[in-house]
Nanobody
Framework: QVQLVESGGGLVQPGGSLRLSCTAS????????MGWYRQAPGEQRELVAS???????NVADSVKGRFTISGDNAKNTVYLQMNSLKPEDTAVYYC??????????????WGQGTQVTVSS
């Protein structure tokens, strides 16, 4: 089992910044990818950004140029730096980890979510 603990959410004014952190613990081996998803009320959960163990990133067009994802393999932690926040960024942000065992069995783990609210 893998546990994910998120932190860094909160209330921020439009144009402000926040940094989310997600630290993995437990059976943390063969981590293929970690990333951030978000879900606004009444909306489907969507990918925000992800980073592979090798450092390849994937960032949603809606946040490209404003959000940056980075990882610290030694700390089993992934960060999401969010700048120039907009009200439409308001959502619960979830950390996700993808683990591959034996070269073919894939496990997905989710964090509990952290609320980000962008409002004046």
């Amino acid at each position: 089992q893998v546990q994910l603990v998120e932190s860094g959410g909160g209330l921020v004014q439009p144009g402000g910044s926040l940094r989310l952190s997600c630290t993995a613990s437990g059976n943390i081996f063969n981590i293929a990818e970690m990333g951030w998803y978000r879900q606004a009320p009444g909306e489907q959960r969507e990918l925000v950004a992800s980073v592979t163990f090798g450092g390849t990133t994937n960032v949603a067009d809606s946040v490209k140029g404003r959000f940056t994802i980075s990882g610290d393999n030694a700390k089993n932690t992934v960060y999401l730096q969010m700048n120039s926040l907009k009200p439409e960024d308001t959502a619960v942000y979830y950390c996700k980890l993808r683990q591959i065992i034996g070269g073919s069995t894939v496990y997905h783990y989710w964090g509990q979510g952290t609320q980000v609210t962008v409002s004046s």
